[in-house]
Every structure is written in C-alpha cells, then in structure tokens.
C-alpha cells in the first residue's frame, strides 16, 4: 500500500529554504549593485524526507518492504527577485525611510500586475537620546540582508529601543528574524526591546519567531488593542499614536501617528506598488510623490481597486479613523496656503470647543495638532504621499464611498481561509474580477468571523465564492462550518457561486466543496478552480476570469428580476440616441496580449487612429474585459486587422462564451509576432504591434492610447471590415 506523507500541520510547509545570514554592514546608505535574490525562507521549517518505517510506524500502519512510500511533492523553486538594494531617503528631520526597491513584479499576485514594480518601505524614527532608534516595518524578505547593511548604516540594530510592526506575513518574517537576531545580541535585560503589535501579528510571530523569541529574551511585547486609539510612548516627553484598522485581507493591520511630525504611518493603506525609479529619475532619489496625482495616481488606483474596494466596508472604517482632513506642509509656504489651513484649523477649533460645551461638564478644551492637517502619508509601497496628498484623500473617500454604496445595489461574498497566502491571493484576484464587472464585494475571512456573520452576509449577497487550502487532506474547520451554514440557508440555492484553493498534495478540499454544494442543488457561474502552490499569471487571469463571469450571471439575474417587475420591454426600449450611436462604425480586429505564459484575446471595433507623430491608436476597452488587466502602460499588445472575407468565421470564434481560462484563438489559425511576442491571425491582411502609452478613463470603458511600434500589410487590395450596429447600447 502506498502511505500519505503527513499534513502541513505536521510536517510544515514543504521546499522552504532556510534564510541566508546577514551581510557584513556597510559604512553609507547608498544602493548596493543591483542583484538576483530568491524570495528566501518561509514561516514554517522544511519537512524532512520520511523513510518508508518512519512513516509507517508514525501513522500506526504496516507496509510492505518492497513498496514505494508516497512523499510530499516538492515545492517548485521560488522565483528570483531581481532587486536593485535599499536606500535611505530623508523625509524630516526626525524621520527616514529605508526603501527596498524592485523594479519587476515582486510575487505574481493580482495587485502587482501593472509590472511597474514595488518599493518595500521601512521608517526610522528619532527617538531616545535625540538618535534614530525607533523601527516601523520591515520588508519583504528579499530585501533582507540589504535591509540589514542599509539599517546598521543609520544606527546599530542592538540601539534600537522600539520596532513597531504595523502588519506583518509569512514574507516579512525572515527578515525579522535577521532583525531581531542582531538587536537582541548582547543586550541587557534591563533595557528590553519594545514589539508594538496588535493581537493577531503577536500569534503570528511567537509561533514563526519561536527560536528567536525564547523566555528570557530581551524583548517586552506592547499590544494594542480595542476600537480606539493607544499611544506608544517612547519617551517621557514624546509618544506616538496607534490606530487599529484591520481588513479581512490584513486582519493584523494599525495606523501610527507621529505628532511631532505630523506624518501618518498608514501601513497597506494609500500605497502604490510602483518603483519610483522607473517613472523619473528624479522621483527615484526622493522619498516623496514627485509628480504628485500625474505620476502616480494610476498606480494609487490600481492598488486601491485590487486590494481595498472588496473590503470597502472595512475599508472606510479605516479612513473615519484617520486625521486626514490634510494640507500638506509645503503649502503652507504661501500666503494662500497659509490662510487655507489657518481657515480650516480655526474651523476645527471652533467644532471642538461646541461640542466640549454642550458635553461633559464644559471640559477645557485641548488642541489636537495631528487632527488639523497631516504634512505626509508614509505607506508599506510606493511614495511618501506629500505632493498629490489632498487629492489622494480625497479620491480615496470618493472611491470608498462608491464601494459601499455599490453594496447595496448587488454584492458577491468572497469567502476564504488561507494556510500560507495562496488562496487569498486567488480570492483577491477573483475579487478583483468581479468589481471589474462592476459588482461590490463583500469579503471575508473566514478564520476571524462567526458563523452568525457568515449567515448574514449571504442573505445580503446575490452570489457567493468560498475557497479553501487542503490540510491533512481536508477543508479547515472554519471553511467546513461556514460550508455547512451555508447549505442549511434556503435562500442560498438561488444564488450563483464558485469554489476555489490552493493545495500541495491533491487539493480534495476543493473537490468536497464543489461535491456538498452540487449536492444541494447549487449553480456554479465557473469551474472549480484548484491551484498547486502559488499561483502564476495564468492562474490569476483565470480567477480574474471567473470572477468576471460570477458577476455577469449577478447581472442578468438582477436584470430579469427588473424586467418581471417592470412587466414590460418598453423599460428597457432603446432611446434615439442610443439609436443614432448604433449608427457609428468601426473597423474589426482582434486584438491580442500577452503576460508571460497568459494570453488573452479580444474582438474589437471600437479602434481608431490617433496620432501621425509618432504613430498611434486607441482602442476602446470595456471595464469588465478580461484583457483589460494587459493593456496597462508599458504593456505591448497586437491588432489583426480582419478582411472582408473573413469577417464572418472570426465572429462566429471570437463572440461564443469561453469559460475562465480557454484559449479564445484556438478556432483561429495564427503565430507570434516577432516584433511583440503577441498573437496575430494568420488570416489576418494588415497587423500592428504596438505599446501602452496611456489611457483614459471614460464612464464603463478605457481609452487605452497604444503607439505603432512595428506593421505589416500582407494584401494591399483586401479591405477591412466594418462592424455594423442597430443600437448604440451594446456591442
């Protein structure tokens, strides 16, 4: 017979490398010469290869002598990060950054798929003696030994006083360790290291820290804790301000306040995963938004989309807690500047001192200077917001809002629990997939909910996705409760759904999912998806995908529930000018994209010429579109110009349904391009590769700008075909 090699919760994760020693410190802060790193050591300790008796005798079975023993597969190797060091970069005189930069995709999840790189942000902080001695963050752990050199550059790690975490995973933990191996060495029990955490990253790091922190070590752990704020004192004279603002996705995550500088730690909020280097040099030199919203506010967006707008909710919870009612300092330097934030602090005042009058007992009041502007916003990735910082908030208020009022129009329950990160990843993807088919989601994590909120948030939901990791060959607990609230829920057999998860061995906690729920009768919007180890790009366009789908089948069932309602077509009745529009032709292509081993294909009419100088066109591309993630800025793409001839086969492939992760060229014959590396049709008599140059937001659609790179005509007498319309309402 053959034996199962044991669990995850037995053996660990499987293929981790343990983490490198730190790199003897250098003497200045400058980058190091760029250079390939693997993403390191995982949180959980290697498991070992079993003998066939070991084995056997651990899980009380008999095997035969001769019989092979079924071990766990192996990992795949993790990719290299190519990384170009960590710098120190001032912010002010009390404050630095330590910026790890990387200017390719940092991991294949579905917020790094502009590919415009990261920036993993630490911060130093002036605290006792006047000297640097206070750390927020560390980076991602392929940063961890220039982390280290550029760290004992500005002060040795054993004079550090405070490491406040203001979220930490699995990634971060190697580095921590490194950290807290050199701050810990030789130091004195009467002058403890101070952790500041919250609850859930103190669990998370006495379990993945426990070899570093063993009793008797020098550390003294501050938790905060409750819906309010609580401050961290460094000195007798000087504390800073923590605010608790976690996410499903983030449960661990808080908000650190600085009054002395007025500059608010924001952790995962207001970040941007985007290397400042590649958009300027001069941006790569600073720690600020050099170029403010016209640089970065893509990237903002971008972010914000993927990973805030399916926790809107939670989200915007978040920002009530923030004093970001903010003016950036620099304006201050003008007399305008100065009569604005005057204006607005005095408005402030004014607030305060009423309410302190008709409160408790005519209480003197107190100036709150953090609450009256904020000079900057210092986040895990991207810039220290100071430039773009108004209209940031701003923007992030009003795409909060949005969310949340989607919500209550229709809304999709992402529900998961994850083991190492992997199958929240495909829930963020998924996620992302269906608030591009403009669809709320409402997500949740099922290790940090009762069931009672299960329950409720199913009966708020039109559809529904829960995914699972395998463990010892089964669904967690939490997943098998929540699985089981919600086939006890009558209203839940209406609704449309999915399963999802990742796996190491065999993934059956997928299989069981899709089995109870197609035994209760339920319809599944996609396949079930399933995913050895970490997902890669394909995995992720196919969440992206299926999510798209979910939200569409949450669409139509919502729009034929109007239309009963209405007891009429007459309600949905093109107007004149949606009969007018039809009117508009444009020329059929297909257009095509590739993300490394992803393709994606789309047919299009909606193409135009728009410049001579250089050559350039736009196409118009629906939100809800697959291939829209591809068509980002510096991503190259393909158009095939489709004859006359052909017009009728290519629209008969290209408009069926295809299900999440089918080749949509597979009825067409085509190649690569060698001037892009896209697809082109064969059949096709004109065909232009070009690249992203920009794009536009235009009410449901992008206006994405492309220049001409590269041509060729293969028939001077063929014509192009033209996409004919009745109505302007639809495609």
Not at 364 to 392: D, M
Not at 443 to 459: F, P, Q, R, Y
Not at 655 to 667: S, V
Request: overall charge positive; charged content about 20%; aromatic content about 6%.
């Amino acid at each position: 017979m053959q034996l199962r090699a044991p669990s995850a919760r037995v053996a660990g994760r499987r293929g981790a490398s343990a983490p490198r020693a730190a790199l003897p410190g250098r003497t200045s802060c400058a980058p190091s010469p760029r250079r390939h790193r693997g993403q390191g050591a995982s949180l959980l300790p290697a498991a070992p290869a079993l003998a066939a008796a070991a084995v056997s005798s651990r899980l009380g079975v008999v095997a035969r002598a001769a019989a092979p023993v079924a071990v766990a597969p192996e990992a795949p190797p993790e990719p290299v990060v190519p990384i170009e060091g960590v710098v120190c970069l001032p912010v002010t005189a009390n404050i630095k950054c330590l910026r790890g930069v990387c200017n390719e995709r940092l991991k294949y999840e579905v917020e790094y798929s502009l590919k415009r790189g990261t920036s993993e942000n630490s911060y130093l902080i002036r605290g006792v003696g006047g000297k640097f001695t206070v750390l927020l963050d560390v980076p991602f752990k392929a940063f961890a030994n220039d982390f280290m050199t550029a760290l004992a550059a500005e002060v040795p790690p054993s004079e550090l006083s405070h490491v406040i975490i203001t979220h930490v995973g699995p990634n971060r933990i190697p580095t921590l360790k490194l950290l807290l191996e050199a701050a810990l060495a030789g130091r004195p029990a009467d002058r403890p290291l101070r952790l500041v955490v919250t609850n859930p990253a103190k669990g998370a790091l006495e379990k993945g820290l426990a070899d570093v922190l063993v009793p008797g070590a020098p550390v003294e752990w501050e938790v905060v804790k409750g819906g309010g704020e609580a401050q961290i004192k460094i000195t007798e004279a000087y504390a800073l301000t923590a605010l608790l603002t976690p996410t499903p996705r983030w449960p661990d995550a808080m908000c650190v306040i600085d009054p002395l500088s007025k500059v608010v730690f924001t952790s995962k909020l207001f970040s941007a995963h985007v290397a400042p280097g590649l958009l300027n040099a001069k941006a790569g030199g600073s720690a600020f938004d050099v170029g403010g919203w016209s640089a970065y506010g893509e990237h903002w967006r971008y972010f914000f989309d993927c990973m805030l707008a399916p926790v809107a909710t939670q989200a915007s919870s978040a920002l009530d807690k923030l004093p970001v009612t903010a003016t950036p300092r620099a304006s201050l330097d003008t007399p305008a500047g100065f009569l604005g934030s005057l204006l607005t602090s005095w408005s402030s005042m004014v607030a305060e001192l009423t309410r302190g009058s008709k409160g408790s007992g005519g209480a003197a009041w107190a100036p709150q200077p953090v609450s009256l502007f904020a000079y900057a916003l210092a986040p895990q990735h991207g810039p220290v917001v100071r430039t773009g910082l108004s209209q940031l908030v701003a923007e992030y208020r009003r795409w909060t809002q949005d969310q949340v009022a989607a919500l209550a129009r229709s809304s999709v329950c992402v529900m998961y629990a994850s083991a190492y990160g992997n199958t929240a990843a495909l829930a963020q993807a998924i996620s992302r997939g269906v608030t591009k088919g403009d669809v709320a989601v409402n997500t949740i994590n099922l290790e940090l909910v009762t069931l009672d909120e299960v329950v409720s948030a199913i009966k708020a939901s039109d559809g529904f996705v829960i995914g699972s990791p395998t463990l010892g060959g089964h669904m967690p607990t939490p997943v098998q409760l929540a699985l089981g609230s919600i086939l006890r829920e009558a209203g839940a057999r209406e609704l449309p759904c999915g399963v999802f998860g990742s796996f190491g061995w065999s993934g059956e906690a997928v299989d069981e999912m899709e089995a109870k729920l197609k035994d209760g009768g339920y319809g599944f919007a996609f396949k079930p998806i399933k995913v050895k180890f970490k997902p890669t790009a394909t995995d992720l366009t196919t969440c992206e995908q299926s999510g798209r789908d979910l939200a569409v089948q949450v669409k139509r069932r919502l729009k034929n529930r109007e239309r009963s309602s209405a007891g009429s077509m007459a309600a949905v009745a093109a107007s004149g000018a949606q009969l007018a529009m039809g009117r508009v032709v444009g020329s059929l292509c297909v257009v095509t994209s590739r993300d490394e081993e992803a393709v994606s294909a789309m047919l299009a009419s909606w193409v135009s010429q728009a410049s001579f100088d250089p050559p350039g066109i736009t196409i118009a591309v629906k939100k809800d579109r697959g291939m829209e993630t591809m068509l980002t800025p510096g991503n190259a793409f393909a158009v095939s110009m489709v004859p006359e001839s052909q017009e009728r086969a290519v629209m008969k492939a290209m408009t069926k349904p295809f299900a999440p992760g089918t080749d949509r060229l597979a009825a067409l014959p085509h190649h690569d391009s060698e001037a892009s590396g896209c697809p082109v049709l064969d059949d096709s008599h004109a065909v232009l590769d070009c690249s992203v140059v920009s794009r536009m937001e235009a009410g449901d659609h992008w206006i994405v700008y492309g220049q001409v790179n590269a041509g060729k005509l293969t028939s001077d007498t063929l014509l192009t075909a033209v996409h004919h319309r009745k109505v302007g309402n639809h495609y």
